[in-house]
T-cell receptor
Framework: DTGVSQDPRHKITKRGQNVTFRCDPI?????LYWYRQTLGQGPEFLTY????????KSRLLSDRFSAERPKGSFSTLEIQRTEQGDSAMYLC??????????FGPGTRLTVT | GENVEQHPSTLSVQEGDSAVIKCTYS??????FPWYKQELGKRPQLIID?????GEKKDQRIAVTLNKTAKHFSLHITETQPEDSAVYFC????????????FGKGTSLLVTP
């Protein structure tokens, strides 16, 4: 499968725990985006990378959230001290230079 | 920041009829407008997009129109089929934000046989 992949697909954690998600973009795509989607809503932008540089962060990305793309390939999104309000689908998308973004299957996070 | 409004939130049509979904945006600098289809439990899939230098684009049964002056764009699906049933999202983006997508809240389309 040459599409965007994400791991894990589902994560259940207790409030206060840290979680980390991984995204593998389409090979050679230099842009990588993270979005969050809650039930009945459209995806909301969190942050994006061009190669290894994090160029934009949404106000939604609190200090508890951090993202990295160390070698310009895969990316990780970490949430520290999770809260129930963090429960959502976390989607990753990648694109080549500009325009068309292709989404991964998402990681569904449930915070109990 | 950019605000994208999408209407209607739900749409039910008979198989073979046309469906139209409308979106408005607030940032006049927006210049890229994709549409995504999301089936239950699946990832959003890009179905068509339009750039600001074009007024209309068509791909088989799907078309998108853009009115930059009025800051609105629409998705048109003709000859609808039951497999068109899904949630459709419009989005807008600008080069200044690295083409980060600002999505509407979605339209749940139901095509009944």
């Amino acid at each position: 499968d040459t599409g965007v992949s994400q791991d894990p697909r589902h994560k259940i954690t207790k409030r206060g725990q840290n979680v980390t998600f991984r995204c593998d973009p389409i090979s050679e795509h230099n842009r990588l985006y993270w979005y969050r989607q809650t039930l009945g809503q459209g995806p909301e932008f969190l942050t994006y990378f061009q190669n290894e540089a994090q160029l934009e962060k949404s106000r939604l990305l609190s200090d508890r959230f951090s993202a990295e793309r160390p070698k310009g390939s895969f990316s990780t999104l970490e949430i520290q001290r999770t809260e129930q309000g963090d429960s959502a689908m976390y989607l990753c998308a990648s694109s080549l230079a500009t325009y068309e973004q292709y989404f991964g299957p998402g990681t569904r996070l449930t915070v109990t | 920041g950019e605000n994208v409004e999408q209407h209607p939130s739900t749409l039910s049509v008979q198989e073979g009829d046309s469906a139209v979904i409308k979106c408005t945006y607030s940032d006049s600098a927006s210049n890229y407008f994709p549409w995504y289809k999301q089936e239950l439990g699946k990832r959003p899939q890009l179905i068509i997009d339009i750039r600001s230098n074009v007024g209309e684009k068509k791909d088989q049964r799907i078309a998108v129109t853009l009115n930059k002056t009025a800051k609105h764009f629409s998705l048109h699906i003709t000859e609808t089929q039951p497999e068109d049933s899904a949630v459709y999202f419009c989005a807008a983006s600008t080069v200044n934000s690295g083409y980060a997508l600002n999505f509407g809240k979605g339209t749940s389309l139901l095509v009944t046989p």
